[in-house]
């Protein structure tokens, strides 16, 4: 069965220093792994997805996160925070390894505090 | 183009109502999945629907059940309601799913919040 492990139930960085989301997967298939961000009172928005093509993703907003098999991680990170990065971010996987579905497992979320 | 659209955003009930919730994917899209979301929980699969046939359904009672029509539009009925089913309920739509592979993206509305008195 798949599942998400996110390390950190919430993280708190300055404006402008670098921002890691750890998360960690467990799957018996080749996986697809998503970041999903959701800013309060809104719903969830697609930062970035791997889906067994290059191990280092490249998403919006300047996020990226990198695949590691070795290591069943994929961490997400920005280089310079910004106070409207705050919001909850959720790492998931795709259930039965393949992106040819709508049924997400995500992980129990990551809270970012920006502070100024 | 429209996002996905979710009505109604907020609603209250009482504990043995029934609540029925819309929502409205993107045009174009075809596969609708549900989540529902909870302090507790965190975000938990309901089902997904392709074409007006579930295809995929999460770990939930009877009590709750959806439906799809022709136009993709999609509803979720909750019965019997308790306190527990107090929650934000997500709908999300993606391309045609099948044996095609889609994006892998899920596009997903603002969510109905319902609470149970």
């Known amino acids: 069965a798949q599942s998400v492990t996110q390390l950190d139930s919430h993280v708190s960085v300055s404006e402008g220093t670098p921002v890691l989301l750890r998360c960690n997967y467990s799957?018996?298939?080749?996986?697809?792994l998503f970041w999903y961000v959701q800013h309060p009172n809104k719903g969830l928005q697609l930062l970035l997805k791997?889906?067994?093509?290059?191990?280092l993703v490249k998403g919006i907003n300047g996020f990226e996160a990198e695949f590691k098999k070795s290591e069943t991680s994929f961490h997400l990170t920005k280089p310079s925070a910004h106070m409207s990065d705050a919001a909850e971010y959720f790492c998931?996987?795709?259930?039965?390894?393949?992106?040819?579905?709508?049924?997400?497992?995500f992980g129990q979320g990551t809270t970012l505090q920006v502070k100024p | 183009k429209a996002g996905v659209t979710q009505t109604p955003r907020y609603l209250i009930k009482t504990r043995g109502q029934q609540v029925t919730l819309s929502c409205s994917p993107i045009?174009?899209?075809?596969?609708v999945s549900w989540y529902q979301q909870t302090p507790g929980q965190g975000l938990q699969f309901l089902f997904e629907?392709?074409?007006?046939?579930?295809?995929n359904k999460g770990n939930f009672p009877g009590r709750f059940s959806g439906r799809q029509f022709s136009n993709s539009r999609s509803e979720m009925n909750v019965s019997t309601l308790e306190l527990g089913d107090s929650a934000l309920y997500l709908c999300?739509?993606?391309?045609?799913?099948?044996?095609?592979?889609?994006?892998?993206?899920?596009?997903f509305g603002e969510g109905s919040r319902l609470t149970v008195l």
């Open positions: 799957s018996s298939y080749s996986p697809s």
């Open positions: 999300a739509s993606s391309l045609a799913l099948g044996r095609r592979p889609n994006t892998g993206e899920l596009f």
């Open positions: 629907y392709f074409s007006e046939t579930q295809r």
């Open positions: 791997y889906t067994s093509a290059a191990t």
């Open positions: 998931v996987v795709s259930d039965r390894g393949s992106s040819n579905t709508g049924k997400l497992i």
């Open positions: 045009s174009g899209h075809r596969s």
